[in-house]
């Protein structure tokens, strides 16, 4: 019995060159041409911070100086910076509001009405424009039009908001 045990470990320490001439009981297993997924847990991806744009960034650069100009009463050099300003960001509401505001302190009425009018065909609830171009309307006798827009006002913001106060102030008891 020793001598088959002896032979039982030469045949299974045998080389690999020999293991062809076995045979094994056991199938080899099978390798699946489909890999497998690496990971299934989705990969966190950054969400981008939104920047503000550097046309918004200037603009608002811009107004904050020509306000400097304008709160010193040098409408003369607030309107020459607006008409640069306005070219650089056409279609501003804010510009053209303040371009009609210069406009109108310095007694050029008829360029601050066309510049209030754009001011509000480019936002028709700037409340602002609706403000100024109610007072230019009092300065050229316009006070039936002042008290359109100081009823648009009052619906847009109410009796207590700064605009819709200065202009019932410029239209007085008219």
Do not use: W
């Not at 640069?84 to 501003?92: G, I, S, T």
């Not at 510049?115 to 039936?144: C, R, W």
Request: charged share 20%.
């Amino acid at each position: 019995m020793r001598k088959i045990v002896l032979v039982s470990l030469l045949l299974t320490s045998m080389p690999a060159a020999n293991a062809a001439d076995r045979v094994e009981s056991t199938p080899a297993p099978v390798v699946s041409a489909t890999p497998t997924p690496a990971r299934t847990t989705p990969t966190p991806v950054a969400t981008p911070t939104p920047v503000p744009s550097v046309a918004a960034k200037n603009v608002n650069t811009e107004l904050t100086k020509i306000r400097s100009l304008i709160e010193a009463k040098n409408f003369s050099a607030a309107l020459s910076a607006l008409k640069v300003a306005d070219k650089a960001f056409p279609n501003n509401a804010d510009i053209n509001n303040l371009l009609g505001y210069s406009a109108r302190n310095l007694k050029q009425y008829k360029p601050a009405a066309t510049y209030y009018v754009k001011a509000l065909k480019i936002d028709p609830n700037h409340l602002g424009a609706l403000e100024y171009q109610g007072e230019l309307f009092m300065l050229t006798k316009k006070t039936s039009d002042a008290k359109k827009n100081l009823d648009k006002l009052k619906s847009l913001c109410g009796v207590n908001c700064e605009e819709y106060i200065d202009l019932k102030k410029a239209i007085g008891n008219k």
